[in-house]
């Protein structure tokens, strides 16, 4: 069974950045395909930002330019979130996907273990 722990999250300006952060608790390439998803209330969930088994990143178009996603080897992923903007208020979840995979899917149904999320609220 895979743990997924995400943290990072809080209340910031319109403009400013957060880095979240999606801790494993195993350390192996067949989870290595991480997506990050956020959920604002009375929406569905939305994948943002995913990185594949080989290290290949890809963003929803509403995000691009101004999230990154990395990793620090297999144990932690992080989505680097900059030029904040109130849509962006939502929980913030990272996703594991078990097997080995080129590329990596925004699709929440493609996922197979989830962290318990994170609160990102932008306001001023």
């Known amino acids: 069974q895979l743990q997924l722990v995400e943290s990072g999250g809080g209340l910031v300006q319109p403009g400013g950045s957060l880095r979240l952060s999606c801790a494993r608790s195993?350390?192996?390439?067949?989870?290595?395909?991480i997506g990050w998803f956020r959920q604002a209330p009375g929406k569905e969930r939305e994948g943002v930002s995913c990185?594949?088994?080989?290290?290949?990143s890809y963003y929803a178009d509403s995000v691009k330019g101004r999230f990154t996603i990395s990793r620090d080897n297999l144990k932690t992923v992080y989505l680097q979130i900059d030029s904040l903007k109130p849509e962006d208020t939502a929980v913030y979840y990272c996703?594991?996907?078990?097997?080995?995979?080129?590329?990596?899917?925004?699709?929440?149904?493609?996922?197979?273990?989830w962290g318990q999320g994170t609160q990102v609220t932008v306001s001023s």
């Open positions: 195993r350390f192996t390439s067949d989870y290595a395909n």
């Open positions: 996703a594991a996907r078990r097997g080995v995979f080129t590329v990596c899917s925004l699709s929440y149904t493609s996922y197979d273990y």
């Open positions: 990185i594949s088994s080989i290290g290949s």
